[in-house]
C-alpha cells in the first residue's frame, strides 16, 4: 500500500527536458521512416519506368522485325542508323506495296521513325544508338536506350530478321 500511496501522491507530470527527449526520439524515428518510405517510391517510379520503356521497345522491335520479314528487298545506309524495306503486295494480307523506312537521326536522345512512303511517324523515343546490318537474307538490329542520360545504355535489345519474300540473291 506503500508504493500506491507515493503514486497518487506525486501528481507533477513530466518535466519539460522529458518531453523535449520524447519528442527527439520520435523526430528521429519518424525521420527514419520517411527516409524508407521515400526511398522505396523511387524505386518504385524507376522501375516503372523502365518497364514502360522496355515493353515500348519491345513493341516497336515487333513492328520492326514484321516488316522487315515481310520485305521483298532491304536497303541498309552506311550509317547504319537507318534502313528502307521494299514491302510486296501481300494477297493473303489484302495490301498493296509500300514502301516502310526506319530511321534515326543519330542524336541520344532522338526518336525512331517510321515512314511509309514518305509519311513520317514517330516510333519510340529516347534512343541512344540503333543499327541496322544488311547481309545477303538477313538484317540484324540493335537497338538501345539511355533512359537516365548517364550515358550507359539502359534497355538493349537485338535481333536477326530472316527476309521470307527477299528477291536478294
Not at 506503500?2 to 503514486?7: G, S
Not at 526511398?39 to 518504385?44: A, E, L, N, P, T
Not at 527476309?163 to 536478294?168: A, G, I, V, W
Given at each position: 500500500m506503500?508504493?500506491?500511496?507515493?503514486?497518487i501522491?506525486?501528481?507533477?507530470?513530466?518535466?519539460?527536458i522529458?518531453?523535449?527527449?520524447?519528442?527527439g526520439?520520435?523526430?528521429?524515428?519518424?525521420l527514419?521512416l520517411v527516409t524508407f518510405?521515400s526511398?522505396?517510391?523511387?524505386?518504385?517510379i524507376s522501375?516503372?519506368?523502365q518497364?514502360?520503356?522496355?515493353?515500348?521497345?519491345?513493341?516497336?522491335m515487333?513492328?520492326?522485325v514484321?516488316?522487315?520479314?515481310?520485305?521483298?528487298?532491304?536497303i541498309?545506309?552506311?550509317d547504319?542508323?537507318?534502313?528502307?524495306?521494299?514491302?510486296?503486295?501481300?494477297?493473303?494480307l489484302?495490301?498493296t506495296?509500300?514502301k516502310?523506312?526506319?530511321?534515326?537521326?543519330?542524336?541520344?536522345?532522338?526518336?525512331?521513325q517510321?515512314?511509309?512512303?514518305?509519311?513520317?511517324?514517330?516510333l519510340?523515343s529516347d534512343?541512344?544508338?540503333?543499327n541496322?546490318?544488311?547481309n545477303?537474307?538477313?538484317v540484324d538490329?540493335?537497338?538501345?536506350?539511355?533512359?537516365?542520360?548517364?550515358?550507359?545504355?539502359?534497355?538493349s535489345?537485338?535481333?536477326d530478321?530472316y527476309?521470307?519474300?527477299?528477291?536478294?540473291p
Open positions: 506503500k508504493i500506491k500511496k507515493n503514486l501522491k506525486n501528481k507533477n507530470g513530466f518535466s519539460l522529458e518531453l523535449m527527449v520524447v519528442l526520439i520520435l523526430s528521429l524515428i519518424i527514419g518510405f526511398g522505396g517510391v523511387r524505386s518504385w522501375g516503372d519506368s518497364l514502360r520503356s522496355q515493353r515500348e521497345a519491345r513493341q516497336a515487333d513492328i520492326m514484321k516488316e522487315i520479314r515481310l520485305g521483298k528487298s532491304v541498309g545506309n552506311l547504319l542508323h537507318s534502313i528502307t524495306v521494299n514491302v510486296p503486295e501481300l494477297p493473303e489484302d495490301s506495296p509500300y516502310v523506312t526506319f530511321s534515326w537521326s543519330g542524336n541520344d536522345g532522338e526518336s525512331l517510321r515512314s511509309v512512303s514518305g509519311h513520317p511517324n514517330y519510340l534512343i541512344y544508338n540503333i541496322f546490318v544488311v545477303e537474307k538477313r538490329i540493335l537497338l538501345q536506350m539511355d533512359l537516365d542520360d548517364d550515358g550507359n545504355p539502359d534497355i535489345l537485338n535481333t530478321v527476309l521470307r519474300n527477299s528477291m536478294m
